[in-house]
């Protein structure tokens, strides 16, 4: 039997988001042997002739591009007006021709409404959709609502995902299924953070503060990501006499929110340093050396930070609302005083109340200063190495074959 096409479609790996990070993580898996059984020369189900078509603004574009991993077929695309169906279009009848086959996509289901009428025969499409909002009908709808209905096969990252996919599929139809993805927890576990601070922080002359406390935030410069929440619980914490230091690690300094004029309205000169570019183990050091950390996305659809936080037993706080508060414990989960709609899919995003979550970081601070027993990871959060899940994820493309 020949091997089916299957092309997966998402950011390139070296482009270092959480998007690029899945499908560098699914995409080695369903490639290496011993794991699955699906490669080039596999007798038990038909074999899979597995490339990649990534996103990426600067990479050079066509058949062939190696990427950061290894990969030896990719193909690529800059533009984002049709979302690179125009160079998957190109790349497999360069590959394949008029062969059918799979296009597995790992986009949110906006941007998979322009794979709906790519000229490919017989295609079957397969999405692992990222959902982190929804509107006043637990639902949304338009062009990505259209997306949806037209997948073969769709999977969801959460149960809270998988609820709100489940409202825009045909009724009667099967209900989604849900898989998280995994994180590396070779790299993210539990670091002695002796020195960690000074050395990374800016403090290897003077030393760390006698007695301070850090907290971390790992996000992004953008509209879902409430830095301006986060300055004003640190605040609090202050003006509450804890003696704290904030770490944010971040891609821009200037974006949506500028760090600078949040360090300055929130007067937390000499209680914030930044970081930019560091690699996994030297983040996994420094979420180590936090008492606690803030995840302060107005929903996720996963939440890479908030996984990684907790492998290396640090707790964190995140709103309650969305798929991310799947893996925090109720108890650490922020009130949500009101929701209000955004963007051209009137999505819900949750306003934080910000005392409550200051009353989380203040316990979850003096739960470390007095000694008490080592963090215990929340059960959805502790299944999310891929040692444990990939079993699952096999399972569910073989469903497919």
């Known amino acids: 039997m020949s091997a089916v096409p299957c092309l997966l479609v998402g950011d390139a790996p070296e482009l270092h988001t959480g998007l690029g990070r899945i499908l560098r993580d699914v995409s080695t898996r369903m490639m290496v042997k011993e794991w699955g059984r699906w490669g080039h020369g596999a007798r038990l ?3 899979l002739d597995i490339r990649r078509c990534c996103f990426s603004p ?5 058949a062939g591009v190696r990427t950061l ?11 984002i007006q049709d979302w690179g ?8 009848k360069t590959w394949w021709g ?3 086959g799979i296009l597995f996509s790992f986009y ?10 790519l000229p490919i025969r017989g295609l079957q499409r397969w999405g692992y959709f990222a959902v982190d909002a929804h509107n006043v009908h637990h639902s949304f709808s338009g062009p990505a609502a259209e997306a949806v209905r037209g997948y073969d096969r769709v999977l969801a990252y959460t149960k809270y995902g998988a609820s709100v996919l489940d409202q825009v599929i045909p009724v009667g139809a099967v209900p989604t299924k849900h898989l998280p993805h995994g994180i590396d927890t070779s790299v993210f576990k539990p670091v002695d953070p002796t020195g960690v601070a000074a050395h990374y922080l800016g403090f290897k002359d003077s030393g760390w503060p006698t007695g301070r406390r850090l907290i971390g935030c790992v996000t992004t410069n953008q509209p879902r990501k409430d830095l301006g929440f986060t300055f004003e619980v640190m605040r609090e914490l202050l003006d509450r006499g804890l003696d704290l230091h904030l770490w944010l690690h971040i891609d821009e300094q200037h974006g949506e929110w500028s760090v600078p004029a949040l360090y300055e309205d929130y007067h937390l000169e000499g209680r914030l340093s930044c970081t930019q570019g560091l690699d996994d183990r030297q983040l996994a050091a420094l979420y180590s050396a936090c008492s606690a950390t803030i995840a302060p996305g107005r929903g996720e659809g996963f939440g890479y930070p908030i996984l990684e936080s907790q ?10 609302y969305a798929g991310g508060a799947e893996f ?9 005083v009101s929701l209000h709609a955004e963007g051209p899919y009137n999505l819900l995003r949750p306003i934080m109340d910000v005392s409550h979550a200051a009353d989380i970081l203040e316990r979850m601070i003096r739960d470390r200063i007095s000694g008490k027993p080592a963090f215990v990871m929340p059960p959805a959060a502790a299944q999310c190495d891929w040692a444990t899940l990939w079993p699952a994820w096999e399972t569910w493309i073989e469903e497919g074959l």
């Open 85 to 92: 169906a125009e160079a998957i279009t190109t790349a497999w």
């Open 98 to 100: 008029d062969t059918p």
């Open 108 to 117: 949110d289901p906006a941007r998979c409404f322009c794979y709906l009428d």
């Open 45 to 47: 189900r038909p074999s």
């Open 58 to 62: 600067t990479a050079p574009r066509g």
């Open 311 to 320: 492998f290396c037993e640090t707790p964190v706080v995140h709103v309650d």
């Open 328 to 336: 925090v414990w109720p108890g650490d989960r922020v009130k949500v």
């Open 69 to 79: 991993d290894g990969w030896h077929t990719d193909w690529r695309w800059s533009s």
